[in-house]
């Protein structure tokens, strides 16, 4: 009987490990990059979620809402880093307190438009398709394939263009970049805007299997922190192995246990992982150094 799940158990640890992914790649760049312990995550991807129930409400069409979503997460972002966040860069507590007092403001006005009740957005692609005689659901694999071109695109744009060459100048050492000519301020400005607009995308992904209440963007604040934190802040593809460890593991455990115990079996790995250093932040710290240390000798 295990072996004949076998299919459906595998998909669903691919879905998990995405969403891991995915609700963790915009605080990549806030918390991860920018160092903003940015407790308003939860709540951009909270906004991502109702602008495109709103948008269905009001046109009928879900793509429209998950396509504007990103734009209206992006844009509260950049409002919050403009209005508040760019004065607390050097000061870590004090952002701390701001990103969690703008949270509550936003989960308050959230509920105060929509209502606590339950809302649900409508699955754009419905139905399921066979794959060796079981049905997988075409809007998970949509996730999963969501997630991997945004990953690899996001890869590639901070390797390969100009604003990801002054962004990662800019997190290695601010002083130095604003000397040549780079502009710190709005290198920083893109970076948290960015990071919100894909809160918001994944927010507008994920609503379709969820059920919206303003404490939507709650269930996921705790395990994007720890994504990030144990892949390596700054380290994408570090998020990736973490999202992946993490998502699978409590995907295979839920099969095993109830959900309670999983998610506290997968806190435990998670500080763990955090006392061991990250995984492969480590790693690339030690390839970057490996050089300089053969040119010395």
């Given at each position: 009987?295990?072996?004949?799940?076998?299919?459906?158990?595998?998909?669903?640890?691919?879905?998990?490990?995405?969403?891991?992914?995915?609700?963790?790649?915009?605080?990549?760049?806030?918390?991860?990059?920018?160092?903003?312990?940015?407790?308003?995550?939860?709540?951009?991807?909270?906004?991502?979620?109702?602008?495109?129930?709103?948008?269905?409400?009001?046109?009928?069409?879900?793509?429209?809402?998950?396509?504007?979503?990103?734009?209206?997460?992006?844009?509260?972002?950049?409002?919050?880093?403009?209005?508040?966040?760019?004065?607390?860069?050097?000061?870590?507590?004090?952002?701390?307190?701001?990103?969690?007092?703008?949270?509550?403001?936003?989960?308050?006005?959230?509920?105060?438009?929509?209502?606590?009740?339950?809302?649900?957005?409508?699955?754009?692609?419905?139905?399921?398709?066979?794959?060796?005689?079981?049905?997988?659901?075409?809007?998970?694999?949509?996730?999963?394939?969501?997630?991997?071109?945004?990953?690899?695109?996001?890869?590639?744009?901070?390797?390969?263009?100009?604003?990801?060459?002054?962004?990662?100048?800019?997190?290695?050492?601010?002083?130095?970049?604003?000397?040549?000519?780079?502009?710190?301020?709005?290198?920083?400005?893109?970076?948290?805007?960015?990071?919100?607009?894909?809160?918001?995308?994944?927010?507008?992904?994920?609503?379709?299997?969820?059920?919206?209440?303003?404490?939507f963007g709650l269930l996921f604040l705790v395990n994007s922190f720890l994504?990030?934190?144990?892949?390596?802040?700054?380290?994408?593809?570090?998020?990736?192995?973490?999202?992946?460890?993490?998502?699978?593991?409590?995907?295979?455990?839920?099969?095993?246990?109830?959900?309670?115990?999983?998610?506290?079996?997968?806190?435990?790995?998670?500080?763990?992982?955090?006392?061991?250093?990250?995984?492969?932040?480590?790693?690339?710290?030690?390839?970057?150094?490996?050089?300089?240390?053969?040119?010395?000798?």
């Amino acid at each position: 009987m295990i072996l004949g799940f076998l299919p459906v158990d595998s998909f669903n640890v691919i879905v998990l490990a995405a969403v891991f992914v995915l609700v963790a790649t915009g605080l990549h760049f806030t918390f991860g990059m920018l160092n903003v312990v940015n407790l308003v995550h939860g709540e951009l991807i909270l906004i991502g979620a109702y602008t495109t129930l709103q948008v269905q409400k009001t046109t009928g069409n879900v793509l429209l809402g998950m396509a504007l979503a990103p734009l209206v997460a992006g844009v509260v972002g950049l409002a919050m880093e403009r209005g508040v966040l760019r004065f607390l860069y050097e000061r870590p507590l004090d952002s701390l307190l701001a990103t969690f007092g703008l949270s509550v403001i936003i989960r308050q006005v959230v509920q105060f438009i929509f209502s606590p009740n339950p809302q649900t957005v409508r699955n754009p692609i419905g139905g399921s398709f066979l794959l060796g005689g079981f049905n997988i659901p075409w809007w998970r694999l949509v996730i999963v394939l969501v997630t991997a071109v945004l990953l690899v695109g996001l890869i590639q744009f901070l390797k390969r263009s100009r604003f990801g060459l002054h962004a990662r100048a800019t997190v290695a050492n601010p002083v130095l970049a604003e000397t040549m000519g780079i502009n710190s301020a709005a290198v920083r400005a893109g970076l948290f805007t960015l990071g919100s607009a894909i809160a918001g995308l994944a927010g507008a992904m994920l609503a379709p299997i969820s059920t919206l209440n303003p404490q939507f963007g709650l269930l996921f604040l705790v395990n994007s922190f720890l994504v990030v934190i144990i892949g390596g802040k700054g380290s994408l593809r570090g998020l990736v192995v973490a999202g992946v460890v993490l998502g699978g593991t409590l995907a295979a455990l839920q099969f095993l246990i109830s959900t309670v115990l999983a998610q506290i079996l997968i806190l435990v790995i998670a500080i763990i992982g955090v006392r061991v250093r990250p995984l492969l932040g480590l790693v690339r710290e030690e390839r970057e150094l490996r050089p300089l240390r053969s040119t010395t000798v």
